[in-house]
């Protein structure tokens, strides 16, 4: 028993020193951790993405030289020249004239050596600066509908000059660029090779119309359109898919704060989220830029869609549909991508959820814009005669339609088409 007291206190000690190293242990333990990869979320996309200046694109280049017009809407053509401007560099951007008169504007269009590219809608100057560099860190808040380039001096000089004029604002712009003739001849000179005779039509105290001199042959195409599923869009656009409902009856989609409907006969969706209406002023140059990111997030640019209209005011942008080169209407079925820019995203989103997949193709021959012209009652109340197709779903083939090209005048930013047969003998109808 004498042994016990010193046996107690062994057993003690021990455990006071286990406790320490235990302790000890803990504290310096480094647990050897595996690095834990973020789960990727994989993007939903209906198309394949774009830049900006793929959509601020004219509908036609007119030059002047020698007396004469000649004029393109050549998807070719075109990018040739936006492809040449991109490569230039703008010195100062100076303010030259306000209360622009049309008679001006005519006067600048018909000048000699000057080549005018027409755009859909007035395009904000520093939305454009995605197409042209300019040398100035911050730009106006102007916007044109014309662009003007002016070759008069580039063989004393090697500049061109680069004029914007806004056609609602009557305002003018200019710049100057370093280009010399060789890369002129190879550029903007070569773009316009294969450009048709135009004559401009004028019209008092109006802005003239250009079109082509000549009857025009353009290809009639028969398509059989692929279809984006409404339930990929409804997976796009609402922020989590897994709560929306659907009925099937009125073909709508709700999540109890943002809806969608789906049309099956236009074949177009339209969504809406309410809580974004905004009475908010936004610039229009951050419109398109807010709608354009939204659009193209989703590869929504699922075809030739180009800027052609806006109503800042009420936060609206929209993207026309082209094809080779001349605009897409119809009166069965959309042709546009309208967005709606509400507080901090999209308040409304209205769009078509075809593309055109196959294709069979025919020639047909249409008269001058000069014919055309001279059947019309009156010029004046007309923004624009332009060409371009109409698109019709075949009655009797489903996915099946046809684009047939056709003369169209333009009001307010819709084009009506013009019917092919005489009405009254003497004037064109619409249709």
Aim: hydrophobic share 35%.
């Amino acid at each position: 028993m004498k042994h016990v007291e010193q046996i107690k206190s062994f057993v003690l000690f021990l455990l006071v020193f286990l406790s320490l190293i235990l302790t000890f242990s803990i504290w310096n333990y480094t647990p050897d951790y595996q690095n834990i990869e973020d789960s990727q979320v994989e993007q939903i996309t209906v198309g394949a993405k774009k830049e900006l200046q793929d959509v601020l694109i004219p509908y036609r280049i007119l030059s002047h030289q020698n007396g004469s017009f000649l004029g393109t809407t050549s998807s070719a053509a075109i990018n040739r020249v936006m492809n040449a401007i991109k490569d230039m560099d703008a010195l100062e951007l100076r303010y030259l004239q306000g209360n622009l008169s049309e008679e001006k504007i005519n006067n600048m269009v018909h000048s000699e050596n000057q080549m005018t590219l027409f755009f859909p809608a007035e395009v904000p100057i520093n939305v454009f600066r995605s197409v042209m560099k300019f040398n100035q860190s911050e730009l106006p808040e102007i916007a044109f509908s014309h662009l003007l380039i002016d070759w008069s001096n580039l063989e004393q000089t090697n500049t061109l000059e680069i004029s914007f004029i806004s056609k609602e604002k009557q305002t003018l712009y200019s710049t100057v660029v370093a280009f010399d003739e060789q890369q002129f001849e190879s550029t903007f000179m070569k773009a316009i090779q294969k450009s048709v005779p135009y004559q401009e039509i004028e019209r008092p105290n109006n802005l003239s119309l250009y079109v082509p001199s000549n009857p025009v042959n353009l290809v009639q195409y028969t398509y059989y359109i692929d279809e984006i599923s409404p339930e990929t869009f409804k997976d796009i656009l609402f922020n989590d898919a897994n709560i929306v409902q659907k009925n099937n009856d009125s073909n709508t989609y709700t999540d109890g704060m943002a809806m969608m409907t789906s049309d099956s006969g236009t074949k177009t969706i339209n969504y809406v989220y309410p809580a974004e209406e905004s009475i908010v002023e936004i610039k229009h140059s951050e419109l398109i830029e807010d709608s354009y990111d939204f659009i193209n997030e989703h590869g929504g640019l699922t075809g030739d869609y180009r800027y052609s209209d806006s109503n800042v005011p009420s936060h609206i942008i929209e993207y026309q549909l082209y094809l080779e080169g001349l605009p897409v209407y119809s009166s069965t079925t959309s042709t546009r991508i309208v967005v709606t820019w509400g507080g901090n995203q999209v308040f409304e989103y209205k769009r078509p959820y075809y593309s055109f997949g196959v294709s069979e193709s025919s020639t047909r021959q249409l008269p001058s814009g000069v014919e055309i012209a001279e059947t019309l009652k009156t010029l004046q109340d007309i923004d624009d005669l332009i060409l371009g197709y109409q698109l019709t779903p075949d009655p009797l083939k489903s996915k099946v339609y046809t684009l047939e090209p056709g003369w169209f005048i333009i009001r307010d930013g819709s084009g009506s088409r013009l019917s092919t047969e005489l009405v009254g003998g003497t004037q064109y109808g619409l249709e």
